[in-house]
């Protein structure tokens, strides 16, 4: 329902390094605890892995104890060594995390992540319409996974669930009151703080702190990435960014725990915000804010700018498969996967799926529906139904979605810029009675609503039945795979 339309800077050139941002270790703790290995281990099911802890400071010399915190068993445990045994009968990806505290000390700790990798689908992340992560509220057609952020360079992890996969927006933003680990914030050679502002068209915006953490999903590692912190605080923003919007920055407002941006560009705002490239764009995006509170627009360089995970992927960087289980009707849950990479290994070819290149510029193909073309229609994960214009069908109170007497029966064509053209059929009922008669059900295929800004928005019941692909603007395509942005399925 909801398309990410970022803004773009105006005013400003920076210098960015990094800085303790988001907190640090308190003065006078007398015992520190460290791990080895020391950076998140990446291994298969039923893999062990041998886990050493040292303590300093500790006069007792009593060592450590140990927890573990997700699937699997820790064996062999002494006060200075323990044993990881990996689960050895998952289907799909997953966390765990160990800990080492010391005896002298229980504030004083030291973590180690495992991703435990299904063999062959170590590209491979699971996702699910689940609802959400708000227990008093549903977010009906919404696509939810887990993100882990770690300190960079570091096992200084967290795994954040309940995030929004979003192929209509690009990077990682995560509401800030959700993130315990001190990420570190960007700043300028005068420590002001880099902030990021994103508006939706529903007049809705993310405000916050850039910081840089290294992105976990499942067998993925974007280092040093930047990413948005959405801020709790509701003070302190600009009015262009604000401009009389409402500030998702609860997972109550924005219905999850943040956002995980795949679309089919590498970063948020691209060469407009970048001072290299001279860009003009319309509204700031970028702002730098001083220790006081004052914030500036700025203009940012683009690896410097909010970035999509996957463009940052060492291998598996080119763009995404999104997988998602039939719903004719309407379900209590499904889930799927979101696959890495495209062409880059054995189970993301491309094969007969229809391909449909686009300009880059307006991010967009057309889609023809009543005979009518809208240029600038789009494929999005992040929209949670059909949107599109057509008078003759009944609005719901509230005029969000459509409620027609009886099912209807639909059809539309989409054309790429390459000549590739394919029509979709599709089926839309009445909002209200599928939530009504439904009303533990979260996942609706025929969910639609209109478009006020006369484009035709392909949104979660699209994906349902069909492997959609996402591929990202310049990045590097293996032989056989042409370079995106292009969809396809």
Known sequence: MRKCMPFAAVVGLIFLVGCGGGGGTPVGVPVTVGVSPSLPQFIHAGDSVSITATTSG??????VTWNLSGLGTLTNQTKTSA?????????????????ATAVADSTASGPLLMSVLVPGQENVHPITVDGGPVATQIYPNGVFTSVTVCVPSTSDCQTIDGVLVDTGSYGLRLLSSQVGVALPQLVDSN?????????????????????????????????ATSVHLVSSSNTGIPDNCSNGGINENTPESLGANGILGVGPEPNDCGFACDPSAGGVPPEPVYYLCSPSGACSPAFVPVDQQVTNPVAFFPVDNNGDIMDLPPVP?????????????????????????????????????????NGISY??????????????????IALCNGGSFYCPPSQLNLSATNKGANGT????????????NLFNNNPSDVAFGTL????????????????????????IDGAPAPPGVPAGPFWAY
């Open 375 to 392: 240029p600038d229609s789009f494929i999005d994960s992040g929209s949670n139904g059909f949107f599109f214009p057509d008078a003759s």
């Open 329 to 369: 009707g309407t379900a209590a849950g499904v889930d799927g996967s979101l696959t890495f990479g495209i062409g880059t290994a054995a189970n993301n070819g491309l094969g007969a799926a229809k391909l449909f290149t686009f300009d880059p510029n307006s991010l967009s193909f057309t889609t023809v529906y």
């Open 421 to 432: 053209s394919d029509i979709v059929s599709f089926n839309v009922d009445n909002a209200t």
């Open 191 to 223: 420590n002001n703080g880099l902030n990021d502002c994103v508006a939706f068209v529903d007049t809705s915006f993310l405000w916050g702190p850039v910081v840089q953490a290294d992105i976990i999903t499942s067998g993925e590692i974007a280092t």
């Open 58 to 63: 500790d006069p007792t010399n009593a060592g």
């Open 83 to 99: 044993t990881y045994n990996a689960p050895g009968n998952i289907t799909s990806n997953v966390v765990a995390l160990v800990t």
């Open 448 to 471: 639609a609503g209109p478009n006020p800004v006369g484009s035709f928005d392909w949104g979660l019941p699209f994906f349902y039945g069909r492997g959609v692909f996402t591929a």
